[in-house]
Antibody
């Protein structure tokens, strides 16, 4: 079955950087768009970014454009989110999800931006 | 951006009774291929979200048939025919037609 496992979260100071990873299994990773979604503590869901199966097409939410970079390595069945210039408002659980309609989700990884 | 508006935001329900959640979009969700990409997600306490419904009314594998989706254009509904204890969760609609993707605020279903 589809399995998505995020990692790389942690505590980082404002202005700092972090790289999240999502390891995929149970499906042909290179066939699917992949997405990142986040959820601030006690809040709703916010779509962050999406990348096509080949990596040639990428979309970002305005709130992260220019600061976050989504990428993938199909040989490693892995999805990434490079987060730079982090702000307090980026504090959230970050989920990866399969395809553009978010068929399956990982368990999430918590990113805390605080001094 | 397309604004998704859910109502109500809180829904106390008696076990065994029906529940209904409305989701309205600020623009039509009909895509150029003729499909309407409106999804419903369930997030139980302490868990990741899980997709229940895609393309307005199609249930994902393993989703009980007491869950149903309906609607068209800009007006959509998620119905639970008979609420069970395991249905206590926050439910989100999400439009998958326009970029950026956008979610509703969430509707918290609880037992009276």
């Amino acid at each position: 079955q589809v399995q998505l496992v995020e990692s790389g979260g942690g505590l980082v100071k404002p202005g700092g950087s972090l790289r999240l990873s999502c390891a995929a299994s149970g499906f042909t990773f290179s066939d699917y768009y992949m997405s990142w979604i986040r959820q601030a503590p006690g809040k709703g869901l916010e779509w962050v970014s999406c990348i096509s199966s080949s990596g040639s097409t990428i979309y970002y939410a305005d709130s992260v454009k220019g600061r976050f970079t989504i990428s993938r390595d199909n040989a490693k069945n892995s999805l990434y989110l490079q987060m730079n210039s982090l702000r307090a408002e980026d504090t959230a659980v970050y989920y990866c999800a399969r395809d553009i309609q978010l068929y399956a989700w990982g368990q999430g990884t918590l990113v805390t931006v605080s001094s | 951006d397309v604004v998704m508006t859910q109502s109500p935001l809180s829904l106390p329900v008696t076990l065994g009774q029906p529940a209904s959640i409305s989701c309205r979009s600020s623009q039509s969700l009909v895509y150029s291929d003729g499909n309407t990409y409106l999804n419903w997600f369930q997030q139980r306490p302490g868990q990741s979200p899980r997709r229940l419904i895609y393309k307005v009314s199609k249930r994902d594998s393993g989703v009980p048939d007491r869950f149903s989706g309906s609607g068209s254009g800009t007006d959509f509904t998620l119905k639970i025919s008979r609420v069970e204890a395991e249905d206590v969760a926050v439910y989100y609609c999400m439009q998958g037609t326009h970029w950026p993707r956008t979610f509703g605020q969430g509707t918290k279903v609880e037992i009276k």
